[in-house]
């Protein structure tokens, strides 16, 4: 399992092995094993060091904890973010309010809304498959689907305008 993480005003490209007792990070590799304790925190030992890890939240890629009592954030992207990424993907272009843009080439395999339809932000609003994979494209704000430019079944190239949606309020 393969993640980046930004952190401390760096960036890591941590993999773990399949039983969590390994992990490489920038291509060194650490032993590594968790201890869970009674408070709810837990114990990390990355070879001969050991941390105190606490206070856990998650809110989508963003991280934020304590390490031996000092408040942390992290960025963390996980495999399939990072290969939407390499694939072309990037969030911020689906980002601006109205807009919904094809993230990479592809075909239109459905689109779960209609032209004049009320939507809310995160509502799937196009279901586009690129590389036999389906990817699930969310409305960016909401509002009013104004316009669909596409049709099922049509093959897509990158950046090419998928649907606009007014904004509400």
Do not use: C
């Amino acid at each position: 399992m393969q993640f980046e993480t930004k952190f401390n005003n760096g960036s890591y490209l941590v993999s773990f092995n399949e039983t969590f007792t390994g992990a490489s990070v920038d291509g060194r590799f650490h032993e590594v094993s968790w201890t869970g304790q009674k408070n709810g925190r837990r114990l990390l030992r990355v070879g001969n060091r050991l941390f105190k890890v606490g206070n856990v939240e998650k809110d989508g890629r963003q991280l934020t904890f304590t390490l031996n009592g000092s408040r942390h954030r992290a960025e963390v992207k996980n495999e399939q973010d990072l290969l939407l990424e390499q694939l072309g993907f990037r969030e911020d272009e689906m980002s601006s309010a109205g807009k919904v843009q094809a993230p990479m080439p592809g075909k239109i395999l459905e689109i779960p809304v209609n032209e004049n339809e009320e939507i809310e932000q995160g509502q799937p609003v196009v279901i586009l498959e690129a590389m036999k994979m389906e990817n699930e494209l969310k409305a960016p704000a909401s509002g009013r689907i104004s316009v669909i430019h596409v049709h099922r079944g049509d093959s897509v190239e990158k950046n090419q305008p998928l649907l606009e949606i007014e904004p509400r309020g």
